[in-house]
């Protein structure tokens, strides 16, 4: 009996916390670009900084991917699969010049990392072939996603509550805007 | 008082539009011939187009090719004109190659705006006296300022696959009316043919066709607004019949002139050895190809009718050659091997000393209407003059600033027309002198210079430039002399002509650039007095120096 009712507390302990999160899904909307939507800001005890690395790559004279999302905390390893040199280089992020940085120079086939501890937009430039460009969207939450080519996105596992939703989209300026996920929530965006 | 204001409105709107089209950013990069093919900007070939960065340099020795791994660069894929499995047929078949995947063409346009030195007209102080400047029997007026429409041109270059690459370009229009317009460069280069004989990797190059001499520092592709004065220096001995130095040497080559013919090569521009040997026509005449023919005399180019022309005007062959060598300076050994070095924020130039030479042999040609020994027979005599261009080169580069200079040294030998009597004929010859018999050797023409020049790219799309040319040429003075009343312009009273020129050039965008150059000139005067040694003596000397001001964009 006692057994079963520690059962039946669990059942309905995982029914409430699955009611408590839900999902943000929806459309942004543009001619052509990328597109990624994020929460500013979660309730609760910040996230701990994630332990996977990401990858971006430099090849054949472009950043791949061309955009990039992590969290805050998260690590980048820039790799040069070309046979011609490269750098990479942001002058600024979201606009702060003061955390422009430049990782030099290194051979095809090594790598470099960098921890992005800053949120925000950070551009990416190569100095010797000025038309390469990509992003990495550092996000202040681990709550994003990246808009697939249709335009559609979905950030799981949403805890309820209001938030502040975030679309950046390449060329445009940053919207944001209030958002309520109370089981799941919709967002549709035109740029 | 309402035309002013009107001048002034549209003075006003063409102000607006000018600077709308030249500071409106637009959102695409510089897409020439190769930009197109891999998508990538003019920058990462050029500094301050059309000057090579290292890579550059490094695309362009490889056969207008990335050195390694081409074909994961290129954007638009080339058209496959046979599969590559037709190589294990061959000599069955025709060897597999590929053309660019779109024509791979660029085309160049200028403009420029200049303003001369106040004493510009003063050379038409030579006109017959009581000639008004700028009439009808006098010179033409020299403008102050002057608009001028520069060149349109349409380069084309690429790889044809199998290391053969290929390069033509032709000025379409100069001066906005057709009248000098003609061909540049033409030719295939078959690169690293050292692979089939078993030499070294790139040691062994073959360019066929029409080119530019591999110059230490090339003409047609400088940044400058104005060529070397060096480069241009055709040697015209003293023909001046006042002055005791007789010269009978009428060589109209110049070091710049495009050059037909065959050359080797091998070695790398940037860095260590580079060597090259051609093989070119000779024309000293400065005849056009087009206009030496013959009605009579069939041509294995064409028909009875003087067919496709020729571009020599005597059976020699000029040989030309040059050797150089670049130390890279950096201290880590595989920066120092690599295209460009690695700096500590990014890939760049590296730091250097180049130095080399050059060598140059002709045989300048004069066929004079003469006679035989006998004094009677007629004859055609011909006088063979060897001549020869030799001299060295530098350049040194740390970051971006480069500091580069050539010496040129020249020299004609000097046939002088006799008589049947063996006297030497006064020249210049008229109708009334003694018909040649032959020719005896006198003092040769000779002419020395060169320049020095240093590039500082002080931003990205900046270029300051400083330059100093000389020439050195006692025929220039001489042939150059008022007294001779038969010159129709003046040249620099000393022997040496020299200039500063103080340049910038700014790049708009990566294709549009805007540049900017003052040649401060050496002083000259047309009116002479004699001394009391009897050597004439310059009144009045003036300098015509001049400003210049061009807008380029390729695309």
Known sequence: MKRNLIMLGIALGLVSAVAQ??????????????????????????????????????????????????????????TNSDSVAHNVFWPAISGNRKLSHNLGTWPQGEKRSYTFDSPGVVPLLCNVHSEMSGYIIVSPTPYYALADAAGNFTIPNVPDGSYTVTVWHEGAKPVSKPITVNGSAKLDMSF | MMHFQRFLAAAGFIAVVIALTLLVPRPSDAIPAFSRQYQTSCSTCHLDFPKLNDFGKAFKDAGFKFPKDDQTFLKLPPVMLGAPAQKDLWPNTIWPGTIPGMPPIGLRMNNFFQVSGRHANDFN???????????????????????????????????????????????????????????????????????????????????????????????ARSINLSSYDIYDEANVGAMNSIVPLQQFVNNQFGFADVANGLELSGGHQYGGYHYSIAVVNQNTSGISQSANTSTFVPSATGGANGGLGFASDSNFKDIYSRLSYRFNLERDSASRKAVQAAGATGPRDHTYLSLGSYYFYGRSVQRLAGVLIDNT?????????????????????????????????????????????????????????????????????????????????????????????????????INGLAMAQNTSFAVPFPATRNRITPGVQILIHANIKAGFEYQIRPKQSVTFATNSSGFPVALAPFRSNAATVGLEWVY
């Open chain 2, 377 to 477: 027979t007629p004859a055609v005599v011909t006088a063979r003059e060897p001549f020869y261009r030799v001299g060295g080169d530098f350049s040194f580069n740390f970051r971006t600033f480069n500091l580069f200079g050539l010496y040129m040294y020249g020299h004609d030998r000097n046939q002088l027309p006799i008589d049947a009597n063996g006297n030497v004929i006064v020249l210049p010859i008229t109708t009334s002198s003694p018909l040649p018999v032959g020719f005896i050797s006198g003092r040769s023409a000779t002419f020395d210079g060169g320049f020095l020049q240093a590039d500082y790219l002080a931003l990205p799309w900046i270029m300051l430039i400083g330059r100093y040319d000389a020439v050195n040429s006692t025929a220039d003075r």
């Open chain 2, 125 to 219: 102080q030579l006109n017959p006296a009581g000639t008004p400047v700028g009439t009808v029997g006098g010179s033409p007026y020299v403008p102050r300022t002057d608009f001028e429409t520069g060149l349109f041109s349409i380069f084309t270059a690429g790889n044809f696959g199998s290391g053969i690459a290929f390069w033509v370009d032709d000025d379409i229009s100069v001066a906005g009316d057709n009248s000098a317009g003609g061909l540049g460069d033409g030719y295939l280069k078959f690169v690293d043919i050292s692979r089939f004989v078993h030499l070294p990797k790139d040691s062994l190059s073959l360019r066929a066709g029409r080119f530019e001499l591999d110059l230490p520092f090339t003409q």
């Open chain 1, 21 to 78: 999160a839900g999902d943000i899904s929806g459309k942004i909307s543009a001619a052509q670009g990328a597109s990624v939507v994020y929460l500013d800001k979660a309730a609760g005890k910040a996230s701990p900084a994630p332990t996977q690395h990401f990858s971006l790559d430099q090849r054949s004279l472009s950043f791949q991917p061309h955009v990039l999302v992590i969290p805050v905390g998260g690590t980048v390893d820039f």
